[in-house]
């Protein structure tokens, strides 16, 4: 079987391939703009080239701003189309909802969706908010001693980058599902949850204080964030209080065999 990985350079689909590889998979191919094999969102044509021959394809999301990830994202749909891949493994979202006010909840949906028309056979991974990009605020909470984010009471079910890779790779070696699988943390926690727990482990207190959005959006626009940025977190914020990242599931340990990274340990 011949496995494709897109995105190979990033955080999470090279940690894709070297699970594929350490699996025994029998031929992994990284994609990625510069690599080897280059697979250029923006070039459908070296998309098709790249695909050719794939029986299974796991396509990690593309990144920046949403109308360009929509373009990338019908690039790569319309290569798999061209080339016949088999079966699909997409990374997405567990907020994959079109009518979240979350920018990136609509590109996930949408691309579920282009995926299901294709005719070929899907297996998703809707993943809960990484760790590690929860990880920039909580930086910025060790300083202040003070976690200052507009999320309310909502709970999040914070997933390790490496626990997502392993299921994705997990599901490209199997056959394919057909469905969603919700890719979670162990446990949802509350923001004051979230800063005790990194209290402890800094031994140092932090506490959250819930912050106005309009407030939020004005540090970050001080901090030279890029006006797109300070709308996604902004549009990330108001998903979460929404609780849309929440839930909790057990796919993590059903499809590795190991429980879920919690962010005590992470952290």
């Known amino acids: 079987m011949r496995v494709a990985v897109t995105g190979a350079s990033g955080n999470v689909g090279a940690h894709v391939v070297s699970v594929l590889a350490a699996s025994g998979a029998d031929e992994v191919v990284p994609l990625s703009r510069r690599g080897p094999v280059r697979a250029d969102y923006d070039d459908p044509a070296s998309l098709r080239t790249a695909l050719a021959g794939?029986?299974?394809?796991?396509?990690?999301?593309?990144?920046?701003?949403?109308?360009?990830?929509?373009?990338?994202?019908?690039?790569?749909?319309?290569?798999?189309?061209?080339?016949?891949v088999a079966h699909v493994v997409y990374l997405s979202g567990l907020d994959a909802d079109l009518a979240s006010p979350f920018c990136y909840a609509y590109t996930n949906g949408t691309t579920e969706g282009l995926l299901a028309r294709t005719g070929c056979a899907v297996s998703v991974a809707r993943a809960s908010l990484f760790t590690e990009f929860f990880g920039g605020f909580l930086e910025r909470?060790?300083?202040?001693?003070?976690?200052?984010?507009?999320?309310?009471?909502?709970?999040?079910?914070?997933?390790?980058?490496?626990?997502?890779?392993?299921?994705?790779?997990?599901?490209?070696?199997?056959?394919?599902?057909?469905?969603?699988?919700?890719?979670?943390?162990?446990?949802?926690?509350?923001?004051?949850?979230?800063?005790?727990?990194?209290?402890?482990?800094?031994?140092?207190?932090?506490?959250?204080?819930?912050a106005d959005e309009a407030a939020f959006v004005a540090e970050l626009a001080l901090a030279r964030e890029s006006p797109w940025w300070t709308y996604a977190y902004a549009s990330l914020f108001a998903s979460i209080r929404e609780g849309r990242w929440a839930a909790v599931s057990d796919e993590v340990r059903l499809l590795t065999g190991r429980a879920p990274a919690s962010l005590a340990s992470a952290l």
């Open 54 to 84: 794939v029986d299974t394809l796991v396509f990690v999301s593309s990144d920046g701003e949403a109308a360009r990830m929509m373009t990338h994202h019908a690039n790569v749909v319309r290569a798999v189309v061209e080339a016949e």
């Open 141 to 210: 909470a060790r300083e202040t001693g003070e976690l200052r984010l507009p999320a309310g009471d909502a709970r999040v079910s914070l997933v390790s980058r490496a626990d997502v890779a392993r299921c994705l790779a997990a599901l490209a070696l199997r056959p394919p599902t057909g469905r969603p699988h919700d890719v979670t943390g162990p446990a949802a926690l509350s923001m004051s949850e979230v800063a005790a727990v990194a209290g402890r482990a800094w031994d140092g207190p932090v506490s959250y204080i819930d």
